[in-house]
Each structure stands twice: as C-alpha cells, then as structure tokens.
C-alpha cells in the first residue's frame, strides 16, 4: 500500500540551525501538506503546496520556514533558524486533490536545544 | 475561524464495553470532516470521511455519523487493540486545510 515517508525520524539541533525535513509523497499526488504537533497539543496547519507553489500557509508558517519540492519525489520543509519553540512532530500529508483524503506520514520528531 | 472541539479528552473502557467519541465543530462551510486514530509516536491514519448531514460510514467496530453541529464515533464492542487518540478534522469549502481537535484518547483494557 503506497505510504508517505519521512525522513529523519527523529531530528535534534541545537538553537539558531537550520535543518531541513524530507518527505516523500504518494507517488500520483499532487497536494503537499506539512503539520505539526507540539507536545500535548492539536496537530497544526502549516502549509499547503500544489503546482510547484505555496497555496496556503498558516500564521505559525512565518519568514523562518520554507518548502521546495528540489525533485520530482521529494517535499522538504525548512527552518532557517531554529527556536526552543519549534521543537514538535512535524508530519507530512499528501492527497490526489484538494477535496481528497490527506495520508499522513509518520513524522519527524524535531528537539531544539 | 474554524474549530473543533472533542469530548472527552480520555475515555477507558473494559473490552466489550460500547460507547461514543464527540466533535463539536464550527465551520463557515463544511467541506468535509475527517476522523484519524494516532498511535503513539505516529501520523494521523485516516479513518472516515462524511460530507452531509444524516451520513453515516461504518468500518468493523468503528461507526461515524454526522449532524450540521457535530460528528459521533461510536465504538461497538471494542478491543484493546482499539486503543489509540482518535482525531476529528474539518475541511472548509474553498480550503484544503485540515483544523483538528485535540483528540480523544482512548484505552481499552481486557
């Protein structure tokens, strides 16, 4: 069954890098999602990504990220700069179309110290 | 904005034992709404969707069914395998964005 994969499992950086989270989408979608999570807290909106561009963004999704689909597999979410704050699960999701169901991958567990 | 609210935030149940999960939801316009279970450490697997109200989707134990203010998940003699959060989304017209609740946490003992 096609799944959405992410890479590393589990990312620690110290405060102030960058580090740059992979995803690999299902291979017919056209959607890209990123999601995260916090601790203890609602899975949220980061960004939406279709036809090579940004289609939505969330306030949280501010000068410090960015995403890039560099291949024709590969969607990667960046973060410039990072704070204690952004420390969470990160999740990548993909769908076929805007309506259709978004797969989840399994996550990325980013620790800033 | 849109929200999602569900109840209650843990339930346990002894194996066998039935009961409901709720989501109660604001949306300007309700393009879809979405039913994940999270494993520990995992992404959202996706459950259900329901579009209108008076839908109702069933998979093995699992029901959901949806009015215009909230969404029920009920489970039938569930299993401890069942245990897991089970997460309620909302998909807005015109968006493709998904805005989750906080999840119910569910444990089922034997």
């Known amino acids: 069954e096609p799944e959405v994969t992410q890479t590393p499992s589990h990312q620690v950086t110290q405060m102030g890098q960058e580090v740059i989270l992979r995803c690999v989408p299902i291979s017919n979608h056209l959607y890209f999602y990123w999601y995260r999570q916090i601790l203890g807290q609602k899975v949220e909106f980061l960004v939406s990504f279709y036809n090579n561009e940004i289609s939505e963004k969330s306030e949280i999704f501010d000068d410090q990220f960015s995403v890039e689909r560099p291949d024709g597999s590969n969607f990667t979410l960046k973060i410039r700069s990072t704070k204690l704050e952004d420390s969470a699960m990160y999740f990548c999701?993909?769908?076929?179309?805007?309506?259709?169901?978004?797969?989840f991958g399994a996550g990325t567990r980013l620790s800033v110290l | 904005e849109d929200q999602v609210t569900q109840s209650p935030e843990a339930l346990r149940l002894q194996e066998g034992e039935s009961s409901s999960l709720n989501c109660s939801y604001t949306v300007s316009g309700l393009r879809g709404l979405f039913w994940y279970r999270q494993d520990p450490g995992k992404g959202p697997e996706f459950l259900f969707t329901?579009?209108?109200a008076g839908e109702e989707k069933e998979k093995e134990r699992l029901k959901a069914t949806l009015t215009k203010k909230e969404s029920f998940l009920h489970i039938t003699a569930p299993k401890p395998e069942d245990s897991a959060t089970y997460l309620c989304?909302?998909?807005?017209?015109?968006?493709?964005?998904?805005?989750f609740g906080k999840g119910t946490m569910l444990l089922v003992s034997p």
């Open positions: 989304a909302v998909q807005a017209s015109g968006y493709s964005t998904l805005t």
């Open positions: 329901l579009y209108s």
């Open positions: 999701a993909s769908s076929a179309g805007p309506e259709n169901i978004q797969y």
